[in-house]
């Protein structure tokens, strides 16, 4: 499984971004899709997951903001950003899982100034 994540860029406190993570290889043991951030100096953290039945989940720091969603035509799996924060500033990243195992993109820098 290939992951490539894309969207990222510089936006203000308060603007919007979509992160997409397009998938190629053999995924249709695939069960879980998911977005994580890492901050300079610190461990990658967890944002958000979609199932492959669609349900999604998101921690506590974006629910409300992000929004993920898939879509199984295309084989990507996007992260819609809204009300960004300077804290959420970072590498993001895209993953998926499968049983005992796990593929990560290459990540994708996203700026939010205030």
């Known amino acids: 499984v290939q992951l490539q994540a894309s969207g990222g860029g510089s936006v203000q406190a308060g603007g919007s971004l979509r992160l997409s993570c397009s998938a190629s290889?053999?995924?249709?043991?695939?069960?879980?899709w998911g977005w994580y951030h890492q901050a300079s100096g610190h461990q990658r953290e967890w944002v958000a997951s979609?199932?492959?039945?669609?349900?999604?989940t998101y921690s506590d720091s974006v629910q409300g903001r992000f929004s993920i969603s898939r879509d199984t035509t295309k084989n990507t799996v996007t992260l819609q950003m809204s009300s960004l924060k300077p804290e959420d500033t970072g590498v993001y990243y895209c993953?998926?899982?499968?049983?005992?195992?796990?593929?990560w993109g290459q990540g994708t820098q996203v700026t939010v100034s205030s």
């Open positions: 993953q998926a899982r499968e049983i005992g195992q796990s593929y």
């Open positions: 290889g053999r995924i249709s043991d695939i069960n879980s």
């Open positions: 979609i199932t492959s039945a669609h349900f999604p």
